[in-house]
């Protein structure tokens, strides 16, 4: 009990405990927003479908507390790093992150990444949502790659060094499950394969410009020899027996730039992202499985194999100060690109319609801690002869979000 009331050890004490974890720090953000939608039970991929009789709502899109523990050697440079994050709002529980990191202690170029975190492809998908001046990520990320996140290893080439002659180009290969956080295991023994090359902020007067080039090369076992493949226009059944047990494509190629312009309120910058590949999904829906796919019944369903293309422009400017920014995000998701418009009727679904999505929104940033956004999304689909897309749906949103953050 002496000791208690010691001031020498217990400052000494206060010290090592200190040495022992400063190391470990603490971050989150909450982001409760108020939607209105144009019409009720609209379908939305600006923080999900409305109910049948609801057209605005309050909601928590996200609660994310996250913990960061890091570790370094006598240079004062990384050796392991570790992260822990998870998302709590009204619909549950989710860990986002959960991964480890080791750095090379020779050359200090590589490192190893292990289990769940962001695939290392894109711009968009691996920009934090804390950080993004749009409410969402475009839909061609939420369907190709919900939750941005998986299971895997990753090898990344990253000098540590900032007077390393390479130190602006970071190069990531990872090997992932595949099915994402939404998928409870496992479906298959195939893997993805992803890899990203990109170049840090590079200054080329007075422009700093930043890019990258990515590639999934991934996919997944047909479990039913019923595959359906776009033909001239119209999709054709492959029922080959032999079909079960092989790999069905899944293929990603995406090139993204990043341009600021400094001004004398701040930077003015423009952003572009493309991708195109093949996409294997259902008849009905156009995303990613995460699932072996079945009917409601527990018949396996056929598999449809799709030419797909997308992109995604930002236009951001600041205005007065750097506090106040004007924004502009203009994508397109085109989930079939060998049908279009009036061709699409009979044997298609919603699954092969385009979007496009105008967004047009203010960020006001209060201080290190407050955020205030109000976006409005104005979407439009293609007109077609199918049911439901003769014309275009009332889906348009509007969003104010406050987000706070430490």
Same mark, same amino acid.
């Given at each position: 009990?002496?000791?208690? #009331?010691?001031?020498?050890? %217990?400052?000494?004490?206060?010290?090592?405990?200190?040495?022992?974890?400063?190391?470990?720090?603490?971050?989150?953000?909450?982001?409760?927003?108020?939607?209105?939608?144009?019409?009720?039970?609209?379908?939305?991929?600006?923080?999900?479908? %409305?109910?049948?009789?609801?057209?605005? $709502?309050? /909601?928590?899109?996200?609660?994310?507390?996250?913990?960061?523990?890091?570790?370094?050697?006598?240079?004062?440079?990384?050796?392991?790093?570790?992260?822990?994050?998870?998302?709590?709002?009204?619909?549950?529980?989710? #860990?986002?992150?959960?991964?480890?990191?080791?750095?090379?202690?020779?050359?200090?170029? %590589?490192?190893?990444?292990?289990?769940?975190?962001?695939?290392?492809?894109?711009?968009?998908?691996?920009?934090?949502?804390?950080?993004?001046?749009? *409410?969402?990520?475009?839909?061609? /990320?939420?369907?190709?790659?919900?939750?941005?996140?998986?299971?895997?290893?990753?090898?990344?080439?990253?000098?540590? $060094?900032?007077?390393? *002659?390479? /130190?602006?180009?970071?190069?990531?290969?990872?090997?992932?499950?595949?099915?994402?956080?939404?998928?409870?295991?496992?479906?298959?023994?195939?893997?993805?394969?992803?890899?990203?090359?990109?170049?840090?902020?590079?200054?080329?007067? *007075? %422009?700093?410009?930043?890019?990258?080039?990515?590639?999934?090369?991934?996919?997944?076992?047909?479990?039913?020899?019923?595959?359906? $493949?776009?033909?001239?226009?119209?999709?054709?059944?492959?029922?080959?027996?032999?079909?079960?047990?092989?790999?069905?494509? $899944?293929?990603?190629?995406?090139?993204?730039?990043?341009?600021?312009?400094?001004?004398?309120?701040?930077?003015?910058?423009?952003?572009?992202?493309?991708?195109?590949?093949?996409?294997?999904?259902?008849?009905?829906?156009?995303?990613?499985?995460?699932?072996?796919?079945?009917?409601?019944?527990?018949?396996?369903?056929?598999?449809?194999?799709?030419?797909?293309?997308?992109?995604?422009?930002?236009?951001?400017?600041?205005?007065?100060?750097?506090?106040?920014?004007?924004?502009?995000?203009?994508?397109?998701?085109?989930?079939?690109?060998?049908?279009?418009?009036?061709?699409?009727?009979?044997?298609?679904?919603?699954?092969?319609?385009?979007?496009?999505?105008?967004?047009?929104?203010?960020?006001?940033?209060?201080?290190?801690?407050?955020?205030?956004?109000?976006?409005?999304?104005?979407?439009?689909?293609?007109?077609?002869?199918?049911?439901?897309?003769?014309?275009?749906?009332?889906?348009?949103?509007?969003?104010?979000?406050?987000?706070?953050?430490?």
């Amino acid at each position: 009990m002496d000791n208690l #009331t010691d001031t020498t050890l %217990f400052q000494s004490g206060l010290f090592s405990f200190y040495e022992k974890f400063n190391r470990l720090r603490f971050s989150g953000y909450i982001q409760p927003q108020f939607q209105v939608a144009q019409s009720k039970g609209a379908p939305s991929f600006i923080g999900g479908d %409305f109910p049948a009789a609801v057209n605005n $709502r309050f /909601s928590l899109r996200r609660g994310r507390l996250r913990l960061d523990y890091s570790h370094f050697n006598k240079e004062g440079l990384p050796s392991v790093f570790f992260v822990f994050q998870f998302d709590g709002t009204e619909r549950g529980f989710f #860990t986002r992150d959960f991964w480890g990191r080791v750095y090379d202690p020779k050359w200090h170029l %590589f490192n190893l990444t292990a289990g769940i975190f962001p695939r290392p492809f894109g711009f968009e998908i691996n920009l934090g949502s804390n950080d993004r001046e749009s *409410p969402e990520r475009g839909r061609m /990320s939420q369907l190709l790659m919900r939750t941005e996140r998986d299971i895997g290893a990753m090898v990344s080439f990253q000098p540590q $060094r900032k007077d390393h *002659p390479l /130190s602006k180009i970071k190069a990531d290969l990872g090997v992932f499950n595949g099915q994402g956080l939404n998928a409870s295991s496992d479906i298959d023994s195939h893997k993805d394969v992803i890899g990203r090359v990109s170049i840090k902020q590079a200054k080329l007067s *007075p %422009f700093l410009i930043s890019g990258g080039a990515s590639i999934l090369y991934g996919g997944m076992e047909q479990f039913t020899n019923e595959v359906y $493949r776009m033909e001239k226009g119209t999709f054709r059944l492959d029922d080959n027996p032999a079909n079960v047990g092989k790999i069905a494509p $899944r293929h990603y190629y995406g090139a993204d730039l990043q341009i600021q312009i400094p001004t004398r309120v701040g930077n003015t910058e423009l952003r572009a992202e493309y991708i195109t590949g093949t996409q294997t999904s259902t008849r009905t829906s156009s995303e990613s499985p995460y699932g072996i796919p079945s009917f409601n019944g527990g018949t396996l369903a056929p598999l449809f194999v799709r030419p797909f293309n997308g992109a995604y422009f930002y236009f951001l400017q600041p205005i007065f100060t750097e506090r106040h920014q004007l924004g502009v995000k203009y994508d397109w998701y085109d989930p079939n690109t060998a049908v279009a418009g009036q061709s699409l009727g009979e044997g298609f679904t919603g699954a092969d319609v385009t979007f496009r999505t105008l967004g047009m929104g203010y960020n006001y940033y209060i201080n290190d801690n407050l955020r205030l956004m109000l976006w409005y999304d104005r979407v439009k689909n293609e007109e077609t002869r199918l049911p439901g897309y003769t014309q275009d749906l009332d889906d348009d949103v509007f969003t104010c979000r406050l987000q706070f953050r430490f």
